[in-house]
């Protein structure tokens, strides 16, 4: 069974960054493609970013530029670095397996002074 399990949420000041981390086990990481997105409240969710097996990766607009994708093939762990948050970023953030289709539980990000 695909489990995803995010982690490094929290509280953080306009301008200030985070990094979160999505653990994946029971599919063969290193194969499949893998993605971050976000649900704000009373919106619907919406792509933030993807990384592939060999490590392409595409960015929504509103984030290109200030968020990163990575990915441990090792570890089994993608990640997603954020820099310059604003209040914008505010939302629930979900990774994905693309292969598999299973999503993370979310992981509460909140920008605010």
């Known amino acids: 069974q695909v489990q995803l399990v995010e982690s490094g949420g929290g509280l953080v000041q306009p301008g200030g960054s985070l990094r979160l981390s999505c653990v994946v086990s029971?599919?063969?990481?290193?194969?499949?493609?893998m993605g971050w997105y976000r649900q704000a409240p009373g919106k619907q969710r919406e792509f933030v970013a993807y990384?592939?097996?060999?490590?392409?990766?595409n960015y929504a607009g509103s984030v290109k530029g200030r968020f990163t994708i990575s990915r441990d093939n090792v570890k089994n762990t993608v990640y997603l670095q954020m820099n310059s948050l604003t209040a914008e970023d505010t939302a629930v953030y979900y990774c994905?397996?693309?292969?598999?289709?299973?999503w993370g539980q979310g992981t509460q990000v909140t920008v605010s002074s």
């Open positions: 990384i592939n097996s060999g490590g392409f990766t």
């Open positions: 994905k397996d693309f292969r598999s289709d299973y």
């Open positions: 029971g599919s063969i990481f290193s194969r499949n493609t």
